[in-house]
């Protein structure tokens, strides 16, 4: 194996859906999780945006993608769209 694949095996990988595809280069992922209340242990939904790298332009927003994490590419951003995992529907 070498080392781009061992490097790449041990990225952090996440999934979410795009919710904006506005800025150039750039769209911002939403991650909505599922995880017990500290205190209370009642299944709450928690999410967070990340900014990720689309060189291309070709995801488009209600997308959902994987994002792998990198090296920073901007002050926001240091993830990057490795896949799509389903298109958006038309409404």
């Known amino acids: 194996m070498s080392e781009a694949q061992v490097a790449e095996k041990n990225t952090r990988t996440l999934v979410g ?3 904006s595809d506005k800025r150039s280069k750039t769209v911002t992922v939403l991650v909505e999780r599922r995880a017990a209340h500290e205190l209370y242990g009642k ?3 928690k999410s967070r945006k990340y900014h990720a790298h ?3 332009g ?4 209600g997308d959902v993608v994987e994002i792998s994490e990198g090296r920073p ?3 926001t951003k240091s993830w990057t769209v490795t896949r799509l995992v389903e298109k958006a529907s038309l409404v």
């Not at 070709?58 to 927003?61: G, I, V």
């Open 54 to 56: 689309d060189e291309k």
């Open 17 to 19: 859906r795009v919710v």
């Open 73 to 75: 590419i901007s002050k």
């Open 58 to 61: 070709e995801y488009k927003m």
């Open 43 to 45: 299944i709450v939904a």
